[in-house]
């Protein structure tokens, strides 16, 4: 008989889409008998029927079937038929296909064609599949226990408990009963209820104390997958313990080159990254790459892994110079190994972009996270949400620039996916309002930027335990916009709210409480308290000096702050030598170029304006204004910023042409950056009524 093709036209859930999509080149199975046709148009009408559900992504499978090699049976059903037109071929239910090109039809993202292959038994991956299937359901196990490890390895989680719920019942010894409560864990843990999982777990490794020695790897395990639970729960320090008992444990009876060590040290580099102990993150993740260097070939996905979170870790450090490029060897090895449209390059692409944003190259952020986005719009349906993630990394990048309008439209485009596709109280819509949130407080609309970041503080306030650093972060946020309306006693009321987490969740030197101290010092300094003020921006500085390099740009920002208190409290020989120390610290870190340092070098110039050194002022603010006009938007307010502080030094030194010109320039930037009613525009009409208004008393 000679090779022919069929065809099977249907819905595909969005989710099963994806799978399919990130396996292409691998195998695919039916868990049902398989109807096709020799009619390409009449399979091609069921797919399109398909997608009249918004939840389905209709597929043409085209089907490649060549008797000689495949085993699997088939029959001709044309004969027995209802619909004669259809042309049916029926194949048995255990059909495995390869997975081939995938296409659009006709531009849709959610109607697409793709190929398919009948593999035969003698096909080297299957027969791999067939092993890898044998080992990986659990074949030492039997009767019930075996079907609870499937079931959890399928994400049935509510059948799997159903099933350990029984074996519990039925459990006569303490070693039957740790197994149980450990897998009861892993379920509860796998549906979210994260203190039903730490009881489970705690019972299991209660049990196990009894029936194990010290370095039972089952011991492990347990302190492991709890540790992985208190993280999601935020609770770092339990987390953080857990961890470093399973490494204890593990290192007693394995070489220290042994892989299952790598997801230890793994773990435990992330919990030290988010409570800002970056030397033992960093420690951590090395060690984690050093046991993948000697046992993995030097292209393997796993070392790109590693590399990525290296260069997270510098990343969060202030060391761009070392995350950019460990960030892009990650990116070499995916390039080399992967197609050119994984999700995994569309990751690195991210991580580029992210640091490309703290270095302030705008231009290399919104191109490293248009190529991730492009891949991402080649093999995802156009509701997915990686596809919002994408969006709301562009908004994030299109924000830095100044470019609110085009930032906005990008968080948009992510809120609408994630609100079609996520439940109304899942964190990444929290997610959404808080960055449409932060692009309206930078634009000035208070009130929708609160109405925004209420709607995310309610999601998380469902959803996550009331002291998570990250209700500590909402608190903080909308502290910001009180703050921003001048609403002084709501602000300090948000940020003390979020000061109180921090302090019970957290190591007492982490950045969050030092950003926190910062916003409170800045509230005090606004209100005329400069001895609160001092007192919080010194204890921020404090925990910055004791957790970061010495050249971190966290460090200069905090010391930025001390000299604003100082040139408010007009202690102009303090202002100065805080402001220096702090430009210092961004030359030494950031580009020459990066907007940190010319707002560093506007303060500067609004200290030496204060002393009526008018000659030191202008040079500084023309450095500032250097910078700003060589980045990619000429209309970022914080040049019309510059702008109209070199106007206040002309206007001081009575040089009224050259200070009604700034002024100028600042309303001509504000004007098209800003909406009409920002405060921003109101002092920039003021200041030029004030210069017209002194021109004209003295004529």
Known sequence: MEPFTVFRGQGMSKTNFDRMVKTQGGLLSFNNFVSTSTQRQVSLNFARETMESSDLVGILFVMKIDPS??????????????????????????????????????????????????????????RALNEQTRKNTYPHLQGWDRLGKILTKLEQLNKAQDVYDI?????????EKSLIYHMLGMVKRGQGKYAD???????????????????????????????????????????????????????????????????IYNNIGSVYNKIGDYPNALSSQQQALKIREQTLPSNHPDLATSYSNIGSVYHNMGDYSNALPIHQKALEIRLKILPSNHPDLATSYNNIASVYNKMDDCSNALSSHQKALEIRQKILPANHADLATSYNNIGSAHASMGDYANALVCHQKALEIRLKILPSNHPHLARSYNNIAFVYNKMGEYSNALSYYKKAFQILKKTIPAKHPHLARSYNHIGSVYDNMNDHSNALSHYKKALEIWEKMLPSNHSHLARTYDNIGLLYDNIGDYSNALSYQQKAVEIYQNMLPVNHPDLATSYNNIGLVYDSMGDYAN????????????????????????????????????????????????????????????????????????????????????????????????QNALPSNHSDLAISHNNIGSVIVFVWEIK
């Open 575 to 670: 202002a100065l030598s805080y402001q220096q120390k702090a430009m210092e610290i961004y030359q030494n870190s950031l580009p020459s170029n990066h907007s940190h340092l010319a707002a560093s070098y506007n303060n500067i110039g609004l200290v030496y304006n204060s002393m009526g050194d008018y000659s030191n002022a202008l040079s500084y603010q023309q450095k500032a204004i250097e910078i700003y006009q060589n980045a990619v938007l000429l209309d970022h307010p914080n040049l019309a910023t510059s702008y109209n502080n070199m106007g206040l030094t002309y206007d001081n030194m009575g040089d009224y042409a050259n200070a009604l010109l700034s002024h100028q320039k600042a309303l001509e930037i504000y």
């Open 69 to 126: 090699i495949a085993s699997i049976p088939f029959a001709d059903v044309r004969d027995v038929s209802y619909f004669k037109g259809e042309q049916r071929i029926l194949f048995s239910m255990h059909a495995i296909f390869r997975i081939g090109p995938m296409i659009q039809i006709d531009g849709n993202n959610r109607l697409w064609q793709a190929d398919l292959t009948l593999t035969g038994d003698n096909d080297p991956d299957l």
């Open 167 to 175: 074996l519990l019942d039925q459990a006569s010894t303490d070693r």
């Open 197 to 263: 999982a730490v009881a489970y777990y705690q019972q299991s490794i209660e049990l196990k104390q009894k029936t194990l020695s010290p370095s039972d790897p089952n011991l492990a395990a347990s302190y492991n997958n709890i540790g992985l639970v208190y993280d999601k729960m935020g609770d770092y320090s339990n987390a953080l313990l857990s961890h470093q008992k399973a490494l204890e444990i593990c290192q007693k009876d394995l070489p220290s080159n042994n892989p299952n060590l790598v997801t």
